[in-house]
């Protein structure tokens, strides 16, 4: 599959020349830093993580693995979003004070055009990052190059990057956080925890666990699951993970109960009668 839009993406690459990679530690953006890497080598694409208590350590990790082994020129910064109080207060365009953040910083340590992992399938959601990108002469590649998420899956695939193609889809910890309630890091750490602690409890069940979200939102702590995660949870298993969920939580988090809820996509953005 990928052999035939593989050609459309390095083309795309190398109109661009000499660039800048944002990668965030998902598929879509270390599969564009491999195939970057492989057309225009250390010298032609760098590089660029942003760490942030917004990103989760594992794909922190993740980023300074797959630069280990492949070669990758990399840097490592810090974004400085949490010292804007437009991202702090957690806006419904919180996005794009992230982005910007983030695409400044950039600026700062390259003059290369600076390139992110966006796909076709971005451009139907609502993506205010993709203002600041527009704002910054940020290009997309695989936009260019008319590549939806499952070609960028294929891709990786056949460049062997193995657990890579199959990472679930994993939105930065803020977008956890209902629209208007401020970003803490704390706050973010606990819903790291809160989601590693339900995907442990949920191993020794069957399939793959697709979606785990804990949400922090003025009524309470809701966690998301797909489906089949959700019916694998039995009432005393969500009774006991809710007490230890609640009794684990910031001192900034509302007293609420803890619920359980099928996954819905951008549903921290839900604010009111809505919740």
């Known amino acids: 599959m990928s052999s035939e839009f593989l050609p459309r993406l390095n083309e795309a690459l190398q109109r661009i020349g000499p660039l800048a990679v944002a990668v965030s530690g998902g598929v879509d953006s270390l599969t564009l830093a491999e195939t970057a890497h492989r057309l225009l080598g250390a010298e032609g694409a760098l590089m660029v993580h942003a760490a942030s208590p917004a990103v989760p350590t594992e794909a922190t990790q993740r980023v300074r693995d797959e630069a280990a082994r492949a070669g990758w020129s990399l840097r490592v910064v810090e974004a400085g979003e949490f010292a804007d109080p437009n991202y702090r207060a957690n806006p419904v365009n ?15 340590v390259t003059d290369r055009t600076m390139v992110s992992g966006a796909n076709l ?16 002469g940020v290009r ?3 936009v260019e190059a008319g590549l939806d998420k499952a070609m960028v ?41 809160v989601e590693g602690l339900v995907s442990r409890s949920l191993e020794a069940e069957s399939g793959p666990r697709r979606a785990v979200r804990c ?4 009524a309470g702590i809701v966690v998301e ?24 939580s910031p001192v900034n988090l509302p007293e609420a109960p803890v619920r359980f809820m099928a996954y819905r996509t951008g549903s921290a953005f839900l604010t009111g009668a809505a919740r």
């Open 94 to 108: 919180r996005c794009f004070f992230c982005k910007t953040n983030l695409y400044g910083t950039i600026r700062q």
């Open 121 to 136: 399938d971005d451009l139907g959601e609502y993506r205010p990052g993709l203002d600041a990108a527009r704002e910054h």
């Open 140 to 142: 997309h590649p695989y």
């Open 153 to 193: 899956r294929a891709l990786a695939r056949d460049l062997g990057l193995g657990a890579v193609a199959e990472l679930p889809a994993a939105p930065c910890l803020s977008s956890r956080v209902e629209t208007g309630i401020r970003i803490e890091p704390e706050t973010l750490a606990f819903i790291h925890a």
């Open 215 to 218: 949400r922090v939102r003025a």
């Open 225 to 248: 699951l797909d489906p089949e995660s959700l019916a694998a949870l039995d009432v005393p298993r969500r009774t006991a993970l809710a007490a230890e969920i609640r009794a684990s």
